[in-house]
Every structure is written in structure tokens, then in C-alpha cells.
């Protein structure tokens, strides 16, 4: 069964740093690109990093570019998203999400994780 | 960045009905559009890939359609489970981007 558990979340101070975690099984997750979608308490989807399968490329929402850094180590099936200098508004639910055709970087997302919860908040 | 703006916001609706989502994008995106459903406290759940393409599994009274910047997806006959929150997606370019949601509400 292809499957997508993220882990890492919960409540931090703002200015402070949390890693993500996101663990794949059921596919080859190396030849998928990955990505990060947030959503705020009672709000819509925002889109907020992606990474090639490889790991070579690296895209970012302004939002939290130059904050947040993505990466996978493809060795075990793992996708990361580090955040730093975190933000009240960066509080969401954190999502990982497999795009549906292998090698490609822009596709839809055909299978998500259940999320995980990141709230700043002193 | 490329915008995406959803119609209506909210819908109220009865099972059998007909409903119409619209989607618009700020620019052309071709057929690079997608669709979810999302119910509360879940993850979005992919139905129509390409603009009009079903993916599999999801009931054949969904259906997408446009190309360009301007999208619909529609649902022939509203059945009780489909009541939720729909949201558009280009993925054109990065960033990629969503729609700001319909809710599907029971009339």
C-alpha cells in the first residue's frame, strides 16, 4: 500500500526551529518528486516547498523562502522539511504529498499524508 | 505567481442536484489543473488530474473540464458523501498554487 506518515510537529516558541519528518512506503520514492502543502486552522491549502526525486531541485512559496529548507534522503524513503525562525502565521497543519507520474517535477498530487500539526505560539 | 480564483465560495445544495465549480487562473495554464476533495479533519483526496481526467477510484459523477484559464468541475447528481470542501490547483510552475475552496454545504 502506498503510504505517506509524517511526524515532527507541535508547539514551538516563536523564532524557534522544528524538522519534519516524512516517511514513503509502497512506491519507488526516489522517482517521485515530493512536497510540503500547509494549511492554517480553518483555512485553504497553501503550497509551500517541493524537491526532484534526485533531491537536485528545490522549489519554495515566498513565504517561506530563505526560512524553511526541504531535502530527502532517498536511502530511506524519507522526505524533511527544517523550519526555521518560525512565525505565529506559519502555524498549520503540515502535509506531505507524492506527485502522480514518476520524473516529473510539476504533476497533481495523488497521494497525502495525514499531516501533522505545527503551532507557534509563546 | 500564477492566481486561482474559486467560484462560489460556498454552495448549498440537495442530493441529485447538479453542481458547478469554477475555477480561473490569473494566467494560462493550459490543461495543468487539478481537483480535490477535502472533508474536515482529512487530507485532500485527488479527483480530476489534467483538467478533465478521473483518477481512479473516484465515482464517474465527477467530471472536470477547460483548459486555459478557465475550469469546471462538475458533479452530475450530489450524493450524501459528497459534501465537503472542493479545491482547484494549478501546477503549471512554481509555485504552484490552490484555489481559495468551495464548501459544499446540504441545502
Known amino acids: 500500500e502506498v503510504q505517506l506518515v509524517e511526524s515532527g510537529g507541535g508547539l514551538v516558541q516563536p523564532g524557534g526551529s522544528l524538522r519534519l519528518s516524512c516517511a514513503a512506503s509502497g512506491f519507488t520514492f526516489s522517482s517521485y518528486a515530493m512536497s510540503w502543502v500547509r494549511q492554517a486552522p480553518g483555512k485553504g491549502l497553501e503550497w509551500v516547498s517541493a524537491i526532484s526525486g534526485s533531491g537536485g531541485s528545490t522549489y519554495y512559496a515566498d513565504s517561506v523562502k530563505g526560512r524553511f529548507t526541504i531535502s530527502r534522503d532517498n536511502s530511506k524513503n524519507t522526505l524533511y522539511l527544517q523550519m526555521n525562525s518560525l512565525r505565529a502565521e506559519d502555524t498549520a497543519v503540515y502535509y506531505c504529498a507524492k506527485v502522480k507520474r514518476d520524473y516529473d517535477t510539476y504533476d497533481a498530487f495523488d497521494i497525502w499524508g495525514q499531516g501533522t500539526m505545527v503551532t507557534v505560539s509563546s | ?107
Open chain 2, 1 to 107: 505567481d500564477i492566481q486561482m480564483t474559486q467560484s462560489p465560495s460556498t454552495l448549498s445544495a440537495s442530493v441529485g442536484d447538479r453542481v458547478t465549480i469554477t475555477c480561473r487562473a490569473s494566467q494560462s495554464i493550459s490543461s495543468w489543473l487539478a481537483w480535490y476533495q477535502q472533508k474536515p479533519g482529512k487530507a485532500p483526496k485527488l479527483l480530476i488530474y489534467k483538467a478533465s481526467s478521473l483518477e481512479s477510484g473516484v465515482p464517474s459523477r465527477f467530471s472536470g473540464s477547460g483548459s486555459g484559464t478557465e475550469f469546471t468541475l462538475t458533479i452530475s447528481s450530489l450524493q450524501p458523501d459528497d459534501f465537503a470542501t472542493y479545491y482547484c490547483q494549478q501546477y503549471n510552475s512554481y509555485s504552484l498554487t490552490f484555489g481559495g475552496g468551495t464548501k459544499v454545504e446540504i441545502k
